[in-house]
């Protein structure tokens, strides 16, 4: 694995305009969860750092909420451009501080930067005005949002995020997550390039407990969007309430992905099983049951476990590697013991299994596994469980697929792999889930994104991303 580089020390955060020394004083150690080293050190913001935040955007608002819409077209075409100059820098740090791989997170990266020249086009699509009779109607930004982001992929959420709200017109406070403090302080170098007006973007690193909660408490903060657990998204909108925030939550899923009787295993497993372990199976969109046609069971088993040669597991920094470590020691925990209650309810590993794989002693490294003989009442079919395990759940009839794929708490993503494509169409339009591809994993940055049921409140990306972030307003005559 590649030499260390030196030992990265973060005192500040970006506020109105510029970085700013810690009200905060607790440190928090950063470490590689390639090798559990310790690599950095961030000072965490605390509630004091996170008013002065809200109160830098506060100040912004009373003229960036008045912007026209031309003005913000010309800074996400500056924010697009002062990232994309990073993207390098940006797919590097993500393989250091989070043990991403490096295929995934330069894509993750690619399309947190493309959320910007996507708002700018989405921009041009939404009514800004409408009038009938003596009746006009506008849309106005909410006001000052918090933007809270997950650590799986924070550069990604906090340009999504970002981009939505300046397109709308508001003004920003962000809290990412505190596992992804270097990728953080890169980004903001970026974004700081682009030079917004003072007070339009302020970012403060600190944990959820005191910054992220100041922010869903505070009463001159209008608006919450936040990626992270379902947990976490409860929290929020509870004690949102108080201050009538307006919240979108991007949670958890288990989603399914369907292979149909008809569909061609030679790409059809392979494409599930990227669908299951992108981002070492961190990831929320992740298609962690796999519900396959009990006629086809035995050929199926044999094709994962052919296809499985692409996802060995390795150095993060290496682009043949397909499976990296858990982020933490506390993810690694997490999979593990998973992994262990699958096999205690009677689950049979076909792949993989508890511990960690040869060779990989010091980081936080798993075995991607593969179960067959689930049940969907299974826990390991019902919880999340945020790293590289695939349930293998058989079916009998194309209609049992549909519902074991809908009986779940979750609904953000769903997949549907068959050569009959009429077919694959019809199964997807009876899924419950915010999003459902067809053969591919594959994206669109114009089409909503978020989910059903606890899955999550609200949509991102392209126009339905800045409507979330908007008021209508009516003048009558
Ligand atoms: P998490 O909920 O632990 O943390 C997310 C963010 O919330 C962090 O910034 C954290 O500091 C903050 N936070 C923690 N406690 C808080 C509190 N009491 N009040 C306010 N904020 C608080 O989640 P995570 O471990 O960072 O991310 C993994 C989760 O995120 C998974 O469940 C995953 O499915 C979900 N996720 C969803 C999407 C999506 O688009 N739907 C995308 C990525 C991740």
């Known amino acids: 694995m590649k030499t260390r580089t030196a030992m990265k020390t973060i005192t500040t955060h970006y506020v109105d305009g510029e970085f700013v020394e810690s009200h905060g004083r607790e440190v928090m150690e950063i470490i590689s969860p390639t090798d559990g080293q310790v690599i950095g050190r961030v000072t965490l913001g605390d509630e004091e750092d996170a008013r002065r935040a809200i109160a830098a955007a506060k100040h912004a608002f009373s003229t960036y909420g008045r912007s026209t819409t031309e003005e913000r077209a010309k800074l996400l075409r500056r924010l697009h451009e002062a990232a994309s100059a990073r993207i390098e820098d940006l797919t590097a740090v993500m393989v250091e501080e989070y043990g991403g791989v490096v295929q995934f997170a330069r894509l993750i990266v690619e399309s947190g930067v493309n959320a910007f020249a996507a708002a700018e086009q989405a921009l041009k699509e939404i009514p800004w005005t409408r009038r009938w009779d003596k009746t006009t109607v ?86 919450i969007s936040f990626t992270g657990s379902v947990a976490v998204g409860e929290n929020i909108m509870r004690d949102g309430a108080a201050t009538m925030k307006r919240v979108t939550l991007e949670l958890g899923g288990k989603s399914p992905t369907v292979l149909l009787d008809d569909a061609a295993l030679d790409k059809a497993i392979p494409s599930a099983l990227v669908m299951a372990f992108m981002n070492s199976g961190q990831a929320c969109a992740a298609g962690t049951r796999l519900l396959v046609p009990k006629s086809r069971l035995d050929e199926v088993k044999n094709a994962i476990c052919q296809a499985m040669h692409a996802f060995t597991v390795g150095d993060p920094a290496d682009p043949k590697t397909g499976v990296g470590p858990m982020v933490s020691q506390k993810q690694y925990d997490r999979v593990q013991s998973y992994i262990r209650k699958g096999i205690d309810e009677g689950a049979e590993v076909l792949v993989g299994g508890e511990g960690r794989p040869q060779g990989f002693e010091a980081g936080y490294f798993v075995k991607p596994t593969v179960f067959v003989n689930v049940t969907n009442d299974m826990t390991i079919a019902r919880e999340e469980i945020f790293g590289p395990v695939l349930s293998v759940i058989a079916y009998d009839s194309e209609n049992e697929a549909i519902r074991i794929a809908n009986d779940s708490k979750y609904g953000l993503h769903a997949a549907v792999l068959g050569t009959d494509l009429a077919r694959a169409r019809r199964v997807a339009s009876q899924l419950r889930a915010g999003r459902v591809v067809i053969n591919n994993m594959t994206d669109d940055p114009q089409a909503p994104w978020g989910g059903f049921k606890y899955s999550g409140v609200g949509r991102e990306y392209g126009r339905y991303g800045i409507e979330a972030f908007l008021e209508p307003k009516a003048v009558l005559e």
């Open 138 to 223: 506008t849309l106005e930004p909410v006001g000052v949002a918090g933007l809270i982001t997950a650590w799986n992929a924070n550069a990604l959420f906090i340009c999504l995020k970002l981009a939505s709200a300046v397109a709308a017109g508001c003004t920003v406070v962000i809290k990412p997550s505190e596992m992804s403090s270097l990728q953080t302080r890169i980004l903001v170098e970026a974004l700081h390039e682009a030079g917004l007006p003072k007070g339009v973007l302020n970012v403060v690193t600190g944990l959820g407990t005191t910054v992220a909660a100041e922010l869903v408490r505070n009463p001159d903060v209008n608006k």
